[in-house]
């Protein structure tokens, strides 16, 4: 078979799969039911349907619904079968007697959960969602590199974006201009979120601030979207002359998602140039903190004093009385991943992966945002992300 994609090296499949099975030991459970897609592709290097199974001993097999010879031709997994009745599910797996075994808790369906306990019994289901988003939180240096990959695809789009943004043009028309472009250049496509009923409706966002609405989405800010089943992201409204508008675009690279946000003018910035340094300060701050060892929680409260001294607080990461909770996230196979920076967020890991966003909005009048993709190293944080702050075109 023509290899036509990118894959996930055998050698890495494989430390990923001694990783799980060192951390289902340490909490007692004797297997993991991995069920959703970025935890299949994950830990068999192939995004189809189905389920891996992972035992504590750090066997492997994986059932899969429909073209179990795809899954040979790109899974180091040795044990590959067909799904069969999923009624039968532990039996074919040939799981022990009264097995703890780790699931998705927060991510499968409540009635399948349910269904899946009936039939793993005597067996139990345990929620292990936080050991398996916390695992994926620390990036091998295979996995920094396709974020970096995607990050560097966004960095060229910022710069195409400047050639080619015009004051008539509506935000949705610069949007098709931009996915086009990024699928044109190596995009790979959709993008992943975590939570029940989220996504995304494009690869880049753009939102001026004619349309700036408060955060509908889960953002600091979002336009109005092109309809009531979607109230939130770009409109048909014009960008205009001399007024900002931001670009928030997600790169992605074989799966692996990066995060970047720069603000765009056609025109000059003017008086809101002031407003955008106070942006830079924090990301200057944030290139100083962002360290292995560094409590999240911490940050978090520090970032909000600097924003107050700053004298930006009341428009900072959306208004007064709707600010979002948090300022980061992680980034990975989902564009939601572990660490988050907010009030109670942990303490940062070499190896983290957090893209932070600090934005200022006065609904309907003006927007401006400044996000980075961040590696935290032993040596500092190390940006991914390296187009201009920003853009007078």
């Not at 929620?127 to 091998?140: E, M, T």
């Not at 809101?272 to 830079?280: F, Q």
């Not at 520090?302 to 990461?317: H, P, R, T």
Request: hydrophobic share 35%; glycine share 8%; charged share 20%.
């Amino acid at each position: 078979m023509t290899n036509v994609y990118g894959t996930i090296p055998d050698k890495e499949i494989e430390e990923r799969t001694k990783n799980l099975a060192h951390h289902l030991r340490e909490n007692r459970l004797d297997a993991a039911l991995l069920l959703s897609m970025q935890e299949i592709y994950y830990y068999s290097g192939i995004g189809l349907e189905g389920a891996v199974y992972i035992t504590s001993d750090g066997n492997s097999t994986y059932l899969v619904k429909r073209n179990t010879a795809l899954a040979k031709s790109y899974s180091p997994i040795n044990d590959i079968r067909d799904y069969g009745r999923q009624s039968k599910m532990f039996q074919e797996l040939e799981v022990p007697s009264e097995s703890r075994i780790g699931i998705e808790d927060d991510i499968v369906p409540y009635s399948f959960l349910q269904y899946l306990k009936t039939k793993a019994a005597p067996s139990e289901l345990y929620g292990a969602s936080h050991i398996f988003r916390n695992i994926r939180a620390v990036k091998s240096p295979f996995e920094i590199s396709q974020i970096q990959s995607a990050a560097e695809l966004i960095d060229e789009m910022m710069q195409y974006c400047a050639t080619i943004v015009k004051p008539d043009m509506s935000e949705i028309e610069l949007v098709s201009h931009l996915d086009s472009w990024l699928l044109n250049n190596g995009h790979a496509g959709a993008i992943t979120t975590r939570g029940f009923n989220s996504g995304m409706l494009h690869y880049s966002y753009v939102v001026s601030s004619d349309s700036s609405s408060l955060n509908s989405f889960f953002t600091p800010v979002s336009g109005q979207g092109l309809s009531l089943k979607y109230p939130y992201g770009p409109t048909r409204r014009k960008l205009g002359r001399n007024k900002p508008f931001i670009v928030d675009a997600c790169g992605n690279s074989n799966g692996y998602i990066s995060d970047t946000t720069r603000t765009f003018v056609c025109g000059r910035l003017g008086s809101n140039k002031d407003l955008l340094d106070t942006l830079v300060t924090i990301k200057d701050f944030l290139l100083e903190e962002l360290v292995p060892g560094c409590d999240l929680g911490v940050l978090f409260s520090d970032i909000w004093k600097l924003a107050d001294e700053l004298g930006v607080s009341e428009m900072f990461m959306g208004t007064t009385d709707n600010h979002v909770a948090f300022i980061g996230h992680g980034v990975g196979l989902e564009l939601d991943e572990f660490p988050i920076l907010h009030a109670k967020g942990p303490t940062l890991e070499s190896g983290n992966i957090i893209a932070c966003e600090p934005k200022l909005v006065v609904p309907m009048q003006l927007v401006l945002g400044l996000e980075d993709t961040y590696h935290i190293s032993e040596s500092g944080p190390q940006l991914l992300t390296h187009a201009p702050d920003y853009f007078e075109v």
